[in-house]
């Protein structure tokens, strides 16, 4: 079977998946994903959001509408246009932050795994272009594999609630911090800071 | 008469760069395609596989190709927008000449009158002065076929010696690097070599946003059990999980290599077998590096000396390993001298011409190898055979029907040009694939150069910033217009698919050379009916030179997905990695892997010598320069994609807080760059992932936006690439003024973020 999986620590925050996400035919001119900066200042560091599409998707549990289905194999669709009343609460519940109001078209618009190229037998968009590997569709026996270092997750926890989720999450068996700094890595020989600092710390 | 004939604003108002999003067909979901043409990316030296979805004669999207090997359907967002280059509202449909009095400062004119009127000027310029007086400048962006067709167009034709291309603001160190010190120009190794190295050194190389399908083979090679170090002033994405991040001083690289060398020699890191028998010249090396101390690096490459000592013991215990570069080292007034330190460190460890035992440079242009093969450089024949060897001379006459006392001399590099043309030596240009007023550096020059030019005609598909200069535009041919090979990174030799005919009056660029040739009524050489029989010559062109492409043919890359030079007959594999026992080898005839007569690699003494432009009192900063991953080389195609322009839509300064709070300077401010050179005002962002000392200034844009105003036109002696990556500039925090407006104010994006 093949499954989606998310693995952060490998997004160069290149957009190829925002991009490409917007070249799907069922939403062309629409990206459902969400590429950020954690904190720009002091990283570079980017983390991709698509949909995790929730075994219980609280966008659904909370649509007044009954806009929003579930697939039978797990795949949480965009709101159907006709029941959808571009009330946000989905945009606002979503514990992931996913769901877009498109308010131009009234409706609310999110990442359906590709619907239309993952049954029959496609990649989804933004997996396929990846130039990172950060957004990956394969088989689970393939990412065990392919990264040895990572272990994928499916469950989160926000505050009480308990999300577990279609899509898998990457995390580094070995969770040691990992953080790269300029500054620890120059030479600590006052010669050689000299014209680094004193100009600068005058 | 190459003054721009209206201001700049008139110009950009009529032709653009205009951004082309999603309209009609491209957005329109149910369309379904006439044809989907697999092919590959217009852009960068990755060269990945991409189908293009064609309907009604226009690219209309994009699917991924997950069959080609390289990328397996991978691609950055310049891959994924690329088709919003087609149709095109700024797309040249007719030929164009100056007209000052035209609201765009050019008028069209027939196709056949530009033609003639192009081949009157030549005949008037080279009766008058001299076929030296009229020069080419060409670029490695053009298929194999057409860089071939440039440099014999520009020797039999036009029998001038003054022919360059903009691949000497690329590669052209590491080409030189290599020739020295192997005796041959090209990656040695295939890009799966990267996968089960121990160590991946990464110099000088923004291979996120740079080359971004590599970052999943060093990611691949993480998970695989190696170690990544990353030698940068900047934390760019691909160092921001280094194993180790070595924050070189910019400039200072030959040191940080010599300083490796030194420790691997102290602990015995070395390969002496491989030493004693497959090289030459460690010896003097070896003695060269001894000053080289951990603490005298540490001092001159501002890297913290544990971090140098934990690098050499790294490289100097692995089994396996992969050194890559790219213009990070190879930017410098001793371009050279740094990738040969690399080399030697390489050489010292014998880790070459086996798997995952690798080395080689990333190049940029998407034929940034292959159009350095193929004679449109100034000093080069085809075959990477040198214009000066007469024996080479004699062989490529031979096949072009001259004599080879008819072939000039070797010409000047490109900057060298600008200067001959600046001082009234060379007073016509034909310019193709090169935009040189924005990607020169020290624009004011260039600029000054070209309006002295009495004739100046460019082929382009776009009116670029050089082409605003010319007396005559004539409409050439898109990427997915024309047919022809490339050589992507990796050596493999690949083919590019036509999806659309040119539009309107555009030609494909080699047809539009010929015509000139014809109308200068030297048609000799220049009646090719297609591509193919321009690379059925290149072939034979090729052959028994270095770059030997003899035995490649379009059907035989179809059928291996890429075929890698050498490939000297119908029957040979190809040579995905070079330097293996037994490989052809037409220089060493067996006496050894390198392309020496006595099969030996050279070691070559790297000698630190610092920036031709250092800091002082009056200039603090090292300014360094380079790209963003949404954006490519200077922008003619790049900055006319809405999408693409939406990611990154103006320069911004990087600058390390410590830096930014003595000038009072915080992000988003605008900020004033000076260099002796000139000066530029632009947004902050200010980050802690630039070294304090150093400022960053992504270098695509035009005009008053131009990283190259600052840049220093200092060359590398050998190879004559300029110095973008180290000049000496000044910042301040630049305060409005009233009633004036700052650039780019309109438009207004929230700063620093880098995302839409």
Redesign the interface.
Known sequence: MMEFFLDP????????C???C??C?????HSMIH???VE???????VPVVCMHCDSPTCAEVCPADAIKRTGDGVVQTARKPRCIACNNCVLACPFGVPKMQTELSLMMKCDMCYDRTSVGL?P?CA??????ALYFGTREEIEQ????SEPINTFQFGRQTITTKVHMMVPRDAGV?H??????????P??RM???D???? | MATLPRDPDALTNVWGPHLHR?EGS????GAEPDKIVPTHCCFCGQQCGINLKVKDNLVI??E?R?DFPF?K?????K???RYLQGGHPDRLTSALQRDPKADGGFSSIPYDVAIARVASEIERIQSTHGPNAFGVLSGASLTSEKAYLMGKFARVCLKTKYIDYNGRLCMVSAGAANKKAFGIDRCANPWDDILNAEVVVIAGSNT??CS??T??YV??A??NGGKVIVVDPR????????DL???VKPGRDVALFNGILHLMIENDWLDHEFIENHTVGFDAVAEHVQQWTP?KT????????K?IRAAAELWGTAKTSFLMHARGIEHHSHGVENCLSTINIVLASGRIGRPYCAYGTVVGQGNGQGGREHGQKADQLPGWRDIMNPAHREYVAGVWGVRPEELPEAGVDCYEMMRKIDAGEIKGLLSICFNPKVSLPDNDFVTRALEKLEFFTVIDFFLSETAQHADVVLPGSLHEEDEGVVCQVEGRVIKINKAVDPPGDAKQDWRVIQDIARALGRPHGFTFDSPRAIFDELRVASKGGVADYFGITYERIEAQNGVFWPCPSDDHPGTPRLFEAGSWNPIAKGAGPFYFPDGKARFNVAAYRPPAED?DEEY?VILTTGRV??QFLSGTQTRRIG?LVD?YPEPLVEI????AQ?HGIA?GDWTTVESRRGNITLRA?????????TIFIPYHWPGRKAANQLTIAAQDPISKIPEYKVCAVRVRKELPVAGSQLPGTAGNRQP?????
């Not at chain 1, 620590?9 to 190829?16: F, K, V, Y």
């Not at chain 1, 720009?40 to 980017?46: E, F, G, L, N």
């Not at chain 1, 790269?180 to 020989?189: P, R, T, Y």
């Open positions: 620590n490998r997004c160069i925050g290149c957009q190829s925002v991009a490409a917007s070249e035919d069922t939403h062309r001119g590429l950020q900066y720009r200042p002091i990283s570079v560091q980017t990649k968009m396929s272009v990846c130039p990172s590997g392919l990264r040895p270092r990992q790269v700094d300029v500054l620890s890595a120059m030479n600590e020989d010669v050689a014209d680094v600092f100009e600068i710390d005058a | 999603m491209s957005v329109d979901t999207g994009f991924p997950y990328n359907g991978m691609l950055c967002p891959g994924v927008k996120a946003e971004p399908i970052t999943n990611w691949q993480r998970e934390i760019t994405p691909i160092a921001r999980t280094a991040f070595l924050p603490q540490a001092q001159v490459t501002g890297i913290a000396e971090s800091v603090p991953v949404s999408p990611q390390h807080p410590k830096l003595k992000e962002q200010v980050v802690t992932t630039i070294r304090p000392d620093g973020t880098g995302n839409s």
